[in-house]
């Protein structure tokens, strides 16, 4: 279920607390699922129909909110499709303000977008797609060709992200397990602390603190230095280059799931 291991955007700072029969609703066994988003009046006709024939052909998902049920708020059952989901297709003609919003969400969430358009719209919109990958269509069988060119192209964006993420969590793994037991707890207690800053170049105010608690010593702060869990990161200080340790923030989305996690062992 790491993909609720969620800080929910209406109730922060709880994580997402979906029952576990929404969770089995969402997680099914498709090879892929989309966030399907875009305004429902006044659409071209030919868009609905064509989106879900092309996911049903290939036994793809496809998440509409406006068909979809669920319990909890309305961004509530937004937010969840937005976490189900591989990737999203957006369809930014006719301008709404709430795919907008959708779009920044997934966008937050580092999924990858395709998006729809009405060519004889794109100057209206109030952002810059000429770098991303989008397909403009006039009718149903543009809009199928496109689909056909453009959608191979985000999922080898797809894969490339989601290759990453696996090999990334691994090696975090493999991390947590060659520390002590005490440098995990340091760690657990790094991590429920947010982010925080300490200059390192004038002498380690952050050693000080360890060892001001007196539950761990500086040597468990080194092991979780020697695996970059905590850095060093340098700042321009007008004439002068500052050093501060900080937590490795690219790692923390997994670490809330390995170290707080219900299963988790050791």
Not at 40 to 69: C, H
Not at 149 to 172: H, M, R, S, V, Y
């Given at each position: 279920m790491?993909?609720?291991?969620?800080?929910?955007p209406?109730?922060?700072?709880?994580?997402?607390?979906?029952?576990?029969?929404?969770?089995?609703?969402?997680?099914?066994?498709?090879k892929y699922?989309?966030?399907?988003?875009?305004?429902?009046?006044?659409?071209?006709?030919?868009?609905?129909?064509?989106?879900?024939?092309?996911?049903?052909?290939?036994?793809?998902?496809?998440?509409?909110?406006?068909?979809?049920?669920?319990?909890?708020?309305?961004?509530?059952?937004?937010?969840?499709?937005?976490?189900?989901?591989?990737?999203?297709?957006?369809?930014?003609t006719?301008?709404?303000?709430?795919?907008?919003?959708?779009?920044?969400?997934?966008?937050?969430?580092?999924?990858?977008?395709?998006?729809?358009?009405?060519?004889?719209?794109?100057?209206?919109?109030p952002f810059?797609?000429?770098d991303?990958?989008?397909?403009?269509?006039?009718?149903?069988?543009?809009?199928?060709?496109?689909l056909?060119?453009k959608?191979?192209?985000?999922?080898?964006?797809?894969?490339?992200?989601?290759?990453?993420?696996?090999e990334?969590?691994?090696l975090?793994?493999?991390?947590?397990k060659?520390i002590?037991?005490?440098a995990?707890?340091?760690?657990?207690?790094?991590?429920l602390?947010?982010?925080?800053?300490?200059?390192?170049?004038?002498?380690?105010?952050?050693?000080?603190w360890?060892?001001?608690t007196?539950e761990?010593?500086?040597?468990h702060?080194r092991?979780?230095?020697?695996?970059?869990?905590i850095?060093?990161?340098?700042?321009s200080?007008g004439?002068?280059?500052?050093?501060?340790?900080r937590?490795?923030?690219p790692?923390?989305k997994?670490?809330e799931?390995?170290?707080?996690?219900?299963?988790?062992?050791?």
């Amino acid at each position: 279920m790491g993909k609720f291991n969620f800080i929910c955007p209406d109730h922060y700072p709880m994580k997402c607390n979906l029952s576990s029969p929404d969770k089995d609703y969402l997680l099914t066994p498709e090879k892929y699922k989309a966030f399907f988003i875009f305004q429902y009046r006044d659409q071209d006709k030919w868009l609905q129909p064509t989106i879900e024939r092309y996911f049903s052909e290939r036994t793809w998902r496809l998440f509409n909110a406006d068909k979809e049920g669920g319990t909890g708020t309305k961004f509530c059952n937004i937010c969840r499709y937005a976490l189900a989901s591989d990737f999203g297709i957006v369809s930014l003609t006719p301008l709404n303000y709430n795919v907008f919003q959708e779009t920044g969400l997934m966008q937050g969430l580092k999924k990858p977008l395709i998006f729809l358009l009405n060519p004889g719209q794109k100057e209206k919109l109030p952002f810059d797609i000429d770098d991303q990958i989008y397909i403009e269509h006039t009718d149903a069988k543009s809009l199928l060709g496109g689909l056909d060119n453009k959608i191979p192209l985000l999922l080898d964006k797809l894969l490339l992200l989601t290759g990453f993420e696996t090999e990334q969590k691994a090696l975090i793994v493999e991390k947590l397990k060659s520390i002590s037991p005490k440098a995990k707890n340091l760690l657990k207690r790094f991590v429920l602390e947010g982010k925080f800053s300490f200059r390192s170049d004038t002498g380690s105010d952050l050693d000080k603190w360890v060892d001001e608690t007196r539950e761990w010593k500086v040597a468990h702060l080194r092991e979780l230095e020697v695996c970059r869990f905590i850095i060093t990161e340098t700042e321009s200080g007008g004439t002068r280059t500052l050093q501060f340790k900080r937590f490795n923030e690219p790692y923390r989305k997994f670490l809330e799931e390995l170290l707080f996690s219900a299963t988790q062992t050791g």
